[in-house]
């Protein structure tokens, strides 16, 4: 195996008492042409007779002492990568090609949806359903204080239901359109240019 930089060197635990070292885990991390690993890859490499749980402890012992640090995505994805100072993770050319994947809605396809194949983005779906019936809820409230009758009413619950489901959704998504273009660019970023006085 290759030596390890003098600032890692210094910091590990030399103590070969265990059936997985900190300086194996960093040894391993380092030679590999992965910027940046989950637990189960790491555990992959470093074997044979080791388990998550042993791989797990190592890397939060070398999180303790700054070798190793970690970002932890939707779906709790935990990734752990070489904490080099001079690094720009998670911000790398790297990090960012692998981490453009899909997100669960977006790979949930309809043939998955009708048989429940991709958890992620039927979980996904779900705590959106949640959020958006504690919107509504909360919206109806506000309604009925102010005796002013729902966007859309139908004889059918389910129908009525959808469509102010429908006008909840392009409401909230205008908003955080119209939020997202005054944080960047201003108030006046809103109004169209030629409405604006020069």
């Given at each position: 195996?290759?030596?390890?930089?003098?600032?890692?060197?210094?910091?590990?635990?030399?103590?070969?008492?265990?059936?997985?070292?900190?300086?194996h885990?960093?040894?391993?991390?380092?030679?590999?042409?992965?910027?940046?690993?989950?637990?189960?890859?790491?555990?992959?490499?470093?074997?044979?007779?080791?388990?998550?749980?042993?791989?797990?402890?190592?890397?939060?012992?070398?999180?303790?002492?700054?070798?190793?640090?970690?970002?932890?995505y939707?779906e709790?994805?935990t990734?752990?990568?070489?904490?080099?100072s001079e690094?720009?993770?998670p911000?790398?050319?790297?990090?960012?090609?692998?981490?453009?994947?899909d997100?669960?809605?977006?790979?949930?396809?309809?043939?998955?949806?009708?048989?429940?194949?991709?958890?992620?983005?039927?979980?996904?779906?779900?705590?959106?359903?949640?959020?958006?019936?504690?919107?509504?809820?909360?919206?109806?409230?506000?309604?009925?204080?102010?005796?002013?009758?729902?966007?859309?009413?139908?004889?059918?619950?389910?129908?009525?239901?959808?469509?102010?489901?429908?006008?909840?959704?392009?409401?909230?998504?205008?908003?955080?359109?119209?939020?997202?273009?005054v944080?960047?660019?201003?108030?006046?970023?809103?109004?169209?240019?030629?409405?604006?006085?020069?």
């Open positions: 195996m290759s030596s390890l930089p003098e600032w890692i060197g210094d910091r590990i635990d030399v103590g070969l008492d265990k059936k997985l070292t900190q300086r885990v960093v040894e391993t991390m380092i030679e590999s042409e992965r910027p940046f690993f989950s637990i189960r890859q790491l555990e992959a490499l470093v074997k044979p007779d080791v388990s998550n749980e042993t791989v797990r402890n190592r890397l939060d012992e070398l999180r303790e002492i700054d070798v190793v640090a970690a970002e932890t939707p709790s994805i990734l752990y990568y070489v904490n080099y690094s720009d993770w911000l790398s050319p790297e990090g960012k090609d692998a981490l453009e994947d997100t669960p809605l977006e790979s949930l396809s309809a043939a998955d949806f009708l048989r429940l194949r991709n958890p992620a983005g039927i979980r996904t779906l779900v705590l959106a359903g949640f959020q958006l019936s504690l919107l509504l809820f909360c919206a109806g409230t506000v309604l009925m204080l102010f005796a002013v009758d729902a966007p859309v009413q139908n004889d059918h619950g389910l129908w009525e239901a959808a469509g102010n489901l429908l006008v909840a959704c392009v409401v909230l998504l205008l908003s955080e359109r119209i939020v997202r273009k944080r960047h660019d201003g108030p006046r970023g809103v109004i169209p240019r030629r409405f604006v006085s020069k």
